[in-house]
């Protein structure tokens, strides 16, 4: 008997450890406007004061929907969010390959743009 609530016990505790572990996974992979805390509350960049014009200068000759090489369409704020994960590696790091044939963007571009992803990407 005493074994066995042993068992019992510690099969409860792995259980509860093992969800408790996965909770920040789960959060991390839904990341959406409701679960996404702003990283640097003291930074204003949004999509209408700086992003917009990135965009439009460097990315929309091939990424506008309809016909264009690239996919989405990043002349708007709904068109250019779904492809928001890909940022990171396409675009953002070191060794980023956006904009297609092109040397990265610069550091000091690249890093306006991780700040506005990491505070959740606001539009306005
Ligand atoms: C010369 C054309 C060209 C330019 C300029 C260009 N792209 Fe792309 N981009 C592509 C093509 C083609 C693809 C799809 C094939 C691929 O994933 O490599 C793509 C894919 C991407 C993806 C992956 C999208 C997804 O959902 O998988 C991202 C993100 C991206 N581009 C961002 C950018 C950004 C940001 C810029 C401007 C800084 C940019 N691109 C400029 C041609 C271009």
Redesign the pocket.
Known sequence: MKIKHKILIVGITLLICGCTNMAPETIDESQGPSNCTPQFPGMNITYDNYVKNI?SR??I???QGGNS????NFTTYNGVKP?LD??YV??IQDRAD????HAP?PKSTRDSLNIWISNCSPEK
Request: glycine fraction near 16%.
């Open positions: 965009l460097n990315c000759i091939c990424h090489p690239g996919l989405g492809h890909y940022f396409r675009v956006m904009p297609q044939g963007l």
